[in-house]
């Protein structure tokens, strides 16, 4: 149980155009679900929380009109980074938790975007 | 600001021998502290995790202590195995505040054979 996709696996894409990674719980209900942003040999460094139905609480130097997040249903949150450039590539990584294993998060697979 | 750090970016250990991963923090209000491995190009996968009101935790080959007034923890794999490379990312919340994760920058680990 408890496990995390997410879609696309690895991006390319044009510099200037928007992306979209979708986040899924699968077998649970996620209240809340977390962005992670990890750069080469680098720590994971969390962009924004979102919790269902509200919007989503970010980070600080995290621009919420780049990085958008729509978590609109209790197994499925999306990260749009908009207009990307190429200092946006990373792999991203989400992660969610459920009512009552508040203290457990579980990952997905985590996604490659490369911006040319 | 790096709240929880993972002094040693590398570790290599003879297979059968103990691997000691290190870890401090410099928030007092964590109360929660997680191990993760990882691969390249793949998501954490869950390994083992302390609560502040214990000092240890045993999980097969994973030890867990907590040294809350060091501030430290450290993950021991004994026996170690050429399976256990890969990098391990030592994780910390405050669960009062959101549960998310602060993570050190990972400590690569290679058990040779």
């Known amino acids: 149980g408890a496990v995390v996709s997410q879609h696309p696996s690895r991006v390319i894409c044009k510099s200037g155009t928007s992306v979209k990674i979708e986040c899924r719980s699968l077998d649970f209900q996620a209240t809340t679900m977390f962005w992670y942003r990890q750069f080469p040999k680098q720590s994971l460094m969390l962009m924004a929380t979102s919790n269902e139905g509200s919007k989503a609480t970010y980070e600080q130097g995290v621009e919420k009109d780049k990085f958008l997040i729509n978590h609109a249903s209790l197994t499925l949150s999306t990260l749009t980074v908009t207009s990307a450039h190429p200092e946006d590539s990373s792999f991203y990584i989400c992660?969610?938790?459920?009512?009552?294993?508040?203290?457990?998060?579980?990952f997905g697979p985590g996604t490659r975007l490369t911006v040319l | 600001d790096q709240q929880v750090k993972q002094n040693s970016p590398s570790l290599s250990v003879q297979e059968g021998r103990i691997s000691i991963l290190n870890c401090d923090y410099t928030?007092?209000?964590?109360?929660?502290f997680l191990w993760y491995k990882k691969y390249p190009a793949e998501g954490p996968t869950f390994l083992i995790s302390i609560s502040s009101i214990k000092d240890k935790n045993e999980d097969g080959r994973f030890t867990v202590f907590l040294n809350k007034s060091a501030k430290h923890l450290s993950l021991h794999i004994v026996p170690s195995q050429p399976g256990d490379s890969a990098v391990y990312f030592c994780?910390?919340?405050?669960?009062?505040?959101?549960?998310?994760?602060?993570f050190g920058k990972g400590t690569s680990l290679l058990v040779t054979p």
């Open positions: 928030n007092s209000m964590f109360d929660y």
């Open positions: 994780a910390a919340l405050q669960s009062n505040s959101g549960y998310a994760l602060n």
């Open positions: 992660s969610a938790t459920t009512s009552g294993r508040d203290n457990e998060q579980f």
